[in-house]
């Protein structure tokens, strides 16, 4: 606890420095207001059918929006692009295996079809699969092969004003009345997200994979981790949790992956890189199976999918995200925007985690019902408001979890290595702006929402007045 106290302490008041020099710059052309509000109309008010173009800030994803490195950049030359047996995907293949102890490797190019690889290797029609939370693809993903995802969040994460250190864990004591109470289903994998990104981006301890390990082991059934922020975990579990302070982050992400039988990635997000991904196993049954579902759709398996650069850029930004100034500057630079949210007086969830900030949208726009979208009339606010482009986000368990209400957050999310503090400050005002006449929003209204992508394809049109 006092640890997390002092992260947001000192962000308030030691703001960070980007561990880098700008060598190319991307220019940023700020639209007016009716340019804007005409944006939202082509958009049918979705963010996601914005044209970056229209976009000043974009706080949309941090997935494939990194700014790359030099070193990167210069890896592009040295691609092998043989269609098997590159020498790139041997480099890629090295770096994977020496940092997460994984024998079998499938590249993909993006986090998306590693769950389709995880899913179809793993699952049937009629399973049920608990996680601390499911991503909105994740939870699509599992329904469209006719599978159930239940969530199990943390009893702490409800609790959005206090800084409790590993809000992001699953609860346990659910999981255990689960799987015990389970056997009328298949439950042929335990999944569980680091950082949780659906929980506000919380981070998971080393004490809550090691106790799911054990109560899933206990169970017969695998564990496998979404790692695609496995890096800032790291980072967030040597700064809170007991007994790993002198750890380095290599050892604690080892730790980590030990107790689990598998992952998937997405390198968009701590790959620092634009594209890519590969799902991971320990079982030759499971990868074989998965090999099978990976040359029909992705490609041969040295390549799933990407170029031989792709896999370059991402070999060096698995060795690049582990540097502790990146990773340090990385978390303050959350912590600094939560920061200056709350000198703001906007209400986010508490302790910031470490890719985004989450709006407490209840407390934002409690007036609101929620078929009048509070989430999304927020974001679109705010995007009116300064062209600072954000999502919103829903966390709505089912009746397994020991807390049921649904829950929206707006998240703020942070590209790697994009954006300066200047354009940080410039999104909270936007954000606080926004707060201080947020009493007088009237809401939007769904007109479509496809069932299983309806945050992407979504249509809305917009209830205020007196525009």
Request: contains cysteine; proline residues 5%; hydrophobic residues 40%.
């Amino acid at each position: 606890m006092t640890v997390v106290r002092r992260i947001l302490d000192s962000a308030t008041l030691l703001p960070p420095i980007e561990p880098f020099r700008a060598k190319a710059i991307e220019p940023i052309r700020q639209r007016t207001r009716a340019e804007r509000e005409a944006a939202l109309a082509r958009a049918h008010l979705n963010l996601y059918h914005l044209r970056s173009e229209d976009v000043t800030i974009d706080l949309l994803t941090d997935s494939g929006t990194c700014a790359m490195s030099a070193t990167q950049w210069a890896a592009l030359l040295s691609g092998d692009e043989a269609y098997a047996g590159s020498r790139s995907f041997e480099r890629f293949e090295t770096v994977v295996r020496e940092l997460f102890g994984f024998e079998h490797i499938l590249p993909v190019h993006q986090g998306r079809p590693a769950e389709r690889l995880m899913i179809g290797a793993l699952c049937s029609a009629g399973d049920t699969v608990p996680a601390n939370t499911h991503f909105q693809t994740t939870r699509g993903n599992f329904e469209s092969f006719r599978v159930r995802p239940v969530d199990l969040p943390s009893p702490e994460f409800w609790r959005f004003a206090e800084p409790l250190p590993f809000k992001g864990n699953m609860d346990t004591a659910a999981l255990e009345r689960f799987l015990g109470t389970a056997g009328r289903t298949k439950v042929p994998l335990v999944l569980l997200t680091l950082t949780n990104n659906t929980c506000a981006d919380q981070p998971v301890s080393i004490e809550n994979i090691r106790t799911v390990r054990g109560i899933a082991a206990k169970h017969g059934v695998p564990l496998y981790l979404d790692a695609c922020r496995f890096a800032e975990n790291a980072w967030l579990v040597r700064e809170r949790e007991p007994g790993f302070a002198h750890a380095s982050i290599r050892e604690i992400v080892k730790e980590m992956f030990s107790y689990a039988d598998g992952c998937i990635f997405s390198a968009k997000k701590d790959g620092l890189a634009h594209t890519g991904g590969f799902f991971a196993t320990r079982s030759e049954l499971v990868a074989e199976r998965a090999s099978e579902q990976l040359l029909l759709a992705e490609g041969f398996l040295t390549y799933g999918g990407m170029t031989g650069r792709d896999l370059e850029t991402i070999a060096i930004g698995l060795e690049e995200v582990l540097e502790e100034d990146y990773l340090r500057y990385r978390i303050e630079t959350t912590a600094y925007l939560a920061g200056r949210l709350s000198a703001e007086n906007v209400p986010v969830v508490q302790p910031p985690g470490g890719h985004a900030v989450y709006l407490d949208v209840a407390q934002i726009a409690g007036h609101l019902s929620r078929e009048k979208n509070p989430g999304q009339t927020l974001a679109v606010e705010i995007y009116r408001e300064g062209g600072v482009r954000s999502v919103r986000m829903e966390l709505a368990p089912g009746r397994e979890a020991a807390r049921q209400e649904p829950v929206e957050l707006v998240r703020l999310a942070l590209p790697a290595r994009v954006y300066s503090r200047n354009h940080l400050d410039y999104a909270a005002r936007v954000v606080g702006n926004v707060l201080r006449r947020a009493g007088a929003l009237r809401g939007v209204r769904s007109i479509c929402s496809p069932s299983l992508t309806g945050g992407f394809r979504a249509c809305f049109v917009d209830e205020q007045e007196n525009r």
